[in-house]
């Protein structure tokens, strides 16, 4: 198991970071691998010797300037240094297939991609993991079950229908409930086929027929 986590700075980190030299500190990159001007990061593994750490445990510091909302909340190291500072905690050294993997740019990187995670966490509430119906644990499991599936079924549908959409790519569940899964129609039936008959004036009909017809060309599942 691979795993990046915040972690707390302790005055011992602050006196590691210290200690590294000015030329072990590297520009920070995007997730896109582009370079991103004033952030830099440093590998902070080896310089901190406390006992006890887990094996193969290293220590990413990222640094950039402070902006005035963060002046009332840095250390007196901060204060003196004129940099905020960050440090990873990752037990990753080296990924198979994937250059360059053990650098602590990516390593910086790839935790700060964690950002969707908690956006996914979001959603998944917005599907109904806010609330659990019942005191059962029966009843909650089968609910989060439930609302698992749907948070897929709502990504998946933006990923393969609305990729090009830029009103429904990125959008959250309760605008897909608004413009699209609660949509003003009705079915029909005329000459043993059923129609659904769409409410012309709705703003988002193409949208939805973009999406129908979409779903309609997909292989059948094996």
Known sequence: MRYTVGWKITPEDESAIARLPEHAWQTSL???????????????????????????????????????????????????????????????????????????????????????????VRTNKAMGLHRLPSASWDVNRGWLLAANIACDLDAWLRLLTLHDHDDFARAEPQTMRFRLYHLPARLARHARRRILRLEHTWPWAEAFVICWMRLSGLPAAG
């Open 30 to 120: 995007t997730q896109a691998g582009e370079v991103q001007e004033g952030y830099e990061v440093a590998e902070l593994t080896g310089l901190n010797t406390r006992s006890g750490w887990p094996r193969g445990l290293r220590l990413i510091v990222r640094r950039v300037r402070p902006s005035k909302r963060h002046a009332k909340n840095l250390t007196a190291f901060e204060k003196r240094t004129g940099w905020r500072y960050s440090v990873t905690a990752t037990n990753i050294g080296r990924m198979w297939g994937i250059p360059g993997s053990h650098q602590a740019q990516f390593l910086d990187a790839l935790h700060r991609d964690h950002a969707e995670v908690e956006d996914r």
